[in-house]
């Protein structure tokens, strides 16, 4: 495969297959594997009107020693499984979804980044509703997705810092809403505050919760994460946030290195008292936050690089994840 393996950034690029499944009549169908990206689907299918999707993010790297291997995939389907409970969708056996992806991931292996490259095969299970309908209730039918890209950094300079805007114009969910799932509604409310974002020179948005507009809840598409002065890995807890496996695997890592983490409200003032800031997420990985606007007020961190206690957790994390350290949680999974 002749791909630009250093330089892929995040964007779509075909690959060789997709895997799909189809519900109806109360059970999911043998997994197929398609050669195509299109489908065919009814215009009045349920997801163009009333928006039943969820969808997943997820990682499979060429190790060290040259194995292909997937980051936490029993994560990744709990948390389809408890987006698609909110929605009315119905679950996927986590054992199948295991192996659906591990047939996705071989049946793609030329694809995989080489070892050494920075890059990975990203994996998005989408789930939809298919039924063609008028009123407003759960689809009878359904489709799961799993496809493959090859991917690098997420923003367009790898892990150089980037500067961030508190969203104070528009939430991304609401309180007791649908922020704690991966539903795609999620994302469409989100891009007009992106766009902001974007237009004051800002690539990424940083919501605030919606009940008070108090606290710190999360990025677009990452969780929130600070170090404090004194060496504390601080993240945010909100119930109108995704439940990030990257973070949950940071905070582990970090007590692992010694750390002592705190997973708790954050205030926006706070934002005065950290010494370095990140989001966090499958795509994103780890990403430095240089800056953050709030209105005339601006908050600094490091502004060069990343700083050095977040570059101990990242090398952590990508070093399990290539296969250069030690593995001890069992958090790979061979494809
Ligand atoms: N928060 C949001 C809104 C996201 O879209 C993502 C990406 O999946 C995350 C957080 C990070 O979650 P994870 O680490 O499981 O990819
Ligand atoms: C991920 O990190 O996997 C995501 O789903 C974020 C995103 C690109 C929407």
């Known amino acids: 495969m002749d791909l630009d393996w250093a330089n892929l950034g995040f964007q779509f690029r075909p690959t060789k297959s997709n895997i799909r499944f189809h519900y109806a009549d109360g059970k999911w169908s043998e997994g197929k594997l398609y050669n195509t990206y299109d489908i065919t689907l009814s215009v009045a299918a349920n997801v163009l009107h009333y928006g039943q999707a969820v969808f997943e993010g997820m990682k499979a790297f060429r190790s060290k020693d040259g194995k292909v291997r997937i980051f936490r995939p029993d994560e990744n389907a709990r948390r389809l499984n408890s987006s698609a409970r909110h929605l009315l969708m119905p679950e996927f056996p986590v054992e199948r979804f295991i192996e659906a992806v591990k047939t996705v991931v071989r049946d793609n292996e030329e694809y995989v980044p080489p070892y050494g490259s920075g890059g990975s095969l990203y994996l998005r299970p989408v789930m939809f509703g298919t039924s063609s309908q008028i009123g407003v209730s759960p689809s009878l039918e359904y489709e799961l997705v799993i496809m493959a890209v090859p991917v690098g950094a997420y923003y367009k300079n790898g892990i150089k810092p980037v500067e961030a805007l508190i969203a104070r114009d528009f939430d991304r969910a609401a309180p007791h809403g649908t922020g704690h799932i991966k539903a795609a509604g999620n994302y469409a409310a989100s891009l007009i505050s992106s766009k902001m974002a974007k237009e004051k020179g800002c690539p990424v948005a940083l919501f605030i919760d919606p009940a008070t507009h108090t606290?710190?809840?999360?990025?677009?598409?990452?969780?929130?994460?600070?170090?404090?002065?004194?060496?504390?890995?601080?993240?945010?807890?909100?119930?109108?946030?995704?439940?990030?496996?990257?973070?949950?695997?940071?905070?582990?890592?970090?007590?692992?290195?010694?750390?002592?983490?705190?997973?708790r409200k954050v205030r926006i003032e706070e934002l005065a008292d950290f010494a370095e800031v990140a989001a966090c997420g499958t795509a994103v990985v780890l990403t430095p936050v240089s800056k953050i606007y709030d209105g005339d007020t601006v908050y600094s961190y490091e502004a060069e690089s990343i700083g050095p206690v977040m570059k101990k957790l990242y090398d952590r994390m990508t070093g399990i994840q290539y296969g250069e350290c030690e593995d001890i949680h069992n958090w790979m999974v061979e494809a």
């Open 215 to 263: 606290y710190i809840d999360e990025f677009g598409t990452s969780n929130f994460l600070a170090i404090s002065k004194d060496g504390k890995y601080v993240t945010s807890q909100s119930d109108s946030i995704l439940p990030s496996i990257t973070n949950k695997s940071l905070m582990q890592v970090a007590a692992d290195l010694g750390m002592a983490v705190e997973r």
